[in-house]
């Protein structure tokens, strides 16, 4: 990968000064944030924050992996795996799906593909030391007339620009490939906006592809829309590993367990999208043909999502003149309990016991002034305002 080394020493040298930072920062609920600042080389601010987490849902999982349904349309149809999928948690963010490609003319598929809700289940971690009770599972199978599939989408369209990290791994037989990606259609290729994360298990195990879509036309591969990596994890994809994606005006950015791995500002997303996660197989030449009764999986134990979003919505400040400005400045980074955030810039956001706790105060190592900061410029006592550069000071 062109610029690997570079991409990856900026990274390594990002997370030990946000490690060094992450000292005293407070535990808040989502209420007390106006934004959240991301980690990454250069730091993106985002309205709002979701967690998903997989880990511990022993009351909802079943036995074992759900059977399989040899019946195409009795797939399609078939009802949730788990009460789970019903309650307010899930159906407010995602939807299954059901969809099948026996309408697309495009393509090479020589098998037909039926998304199936009784691919998505909740499995207990059988794994010699499990770091989970349980994870979320999308499963993609072979069957004699078909193959099965699964699919999340979130029920917003309106993702325009974020970071979403999954903690996961794909196991099973070659011929299927699971992903993490935006997604805006249209009805041409050329105007479809996607940034994706691609397994494909035919390939080897720490290879994986990162897309700015299309990466084809009628001329041929785009070669500027892809890059292939191999992960720094050496179990590969089939070891429990932290992916991210980073959608930022201009640019998609990719990291594996903290690290940044690619970057295409080719072709990036700019208009809102859906957030999807799957596994499928369609017998073609990019996936490849699974054997039947063989199936692949992706593994889940949790989504973490902070992100922008043209849904109206009170406090949400892309839609909202009401809503308030970004003086309490949040990160899902430096927590140190994951999917809770810290209050890293804001009123009693430092640890310090002398600072007035009215005051709009940050705390030591955050921003205090840049030309588009509109937090807080007074910084905890014991540190000044020193400036780095035009966009950026910080308590010192």
């Given amino acids: 990968m062109a610029g690997g080394w570079g991409l990856s020493l900026a990274a ?4 030990i000064a946000w490690a060094v930072r992450a000292q005293n920062y407070p535990l808040v609920a989502d209420s007390r944030c106006n934004c959240y600042r991301t980690n990454a080389t250069a730091p993106e601010y985002f309205a709002q924050h979701r967690f998903f987490d997989f880990r511990e849902l022993g009351a909802y999982a079943g036995a074992g992996a759900p059977a399989a349904i040899e019946d195409p349309a009795a797939s399609a149809a078939a009802p949730v795996t788990s009460r789970y999928f019903e309650e307010a948690a899930w159906t407010s963010a995602w939807a299954i799906q059901r969809w099948n490609n026996s309408a697309r003319t495009d ?7 039926v998304n199936s809700p009784s691919n998505v289940f909740l499995a207990r971690n059988d794994d010699p030391r499990p770091a ?14 078909f193959q099965s599939a699964a699919e999340i989408e979130s029920r917003s369209l309106g993702y325009r620009f974020l970071s979403v990290r999954m903690h996961a791994r794909t196991r099973g037989a070659p011929g299927a490939v699971t992903a993490m990606f935006t997604f805006r259609g249209a009805a041409a290729l050329a105007q479809v906006q996607e940034a994706d994360l691609e397994v494909r298990t035919a390939d080897p195990p720490r290879a994986v592809q990162y897309t700015n879509q299309p990466s084809w036309d009628s001329a041929g591969d785009i070669a500027a829309a892809t890059r292939n990596v ?12 932290t992916h991210r994606l ?3 005006p201009g640019a998609s950015s990719w990291f594996a367990d903290g690290r940044l791995v690619a970057q295409i500002r080719f072709q990036a997303p700019r208009d809102p999208s859906h957030v999807i996660f799957n596994a499928w197989s369609d017998g073609g030449s990019w996936s490849g043909n699974m054997s039947r009764g063989a199936a692949a999986e992706m593994h889940i134990q949790w989504i973490d999502l902070v992100y922008n979003t043209t849904d109206p919505a009170a406090g949400n400040p892309r839609t909202d003149p009401a809503a308030p400005a970004c003086a309490n400045t949040c990160s899902i980074d430096l927590t140190s309990k994951l999917g809770t955030p810290v209050l890293i810039s804001g ?6 016991p002398g600072d007035s706790p009215g005051a709009c105060t940050s705390a030591k190592y955050g921003q205090c002034a840049g030309k588009t900061w509109n937090g807080c410029t007074s910084c905890a006592s014991g540190t000044t305002c020193r400036f780095q550069n ?5 308590c010192l």
């Fill in 132 to 145: 989970s009770q349980t994870y979320l599972v999308l499963r993609t199978a072979r069957h004699a007339a």
């Fill in 390 to 394: 035009d966009y950026y000071s910080q």
């Fill in 107 to 113: 393509g090479d598929a020589t098998a037909l593909m």
């Fill in 246 to 248: 980073d959608w930022t």
């Fill in 12 to 15: 390594a040298v990002v997370a």
């Fill in 230 to 241: 191999t992960l720094p994890h050496p179990g590969g994809w089939s070891a429990w590993q």
């Fill in 347 to 352: 009123p009693n956001a430092s640890p310090n």
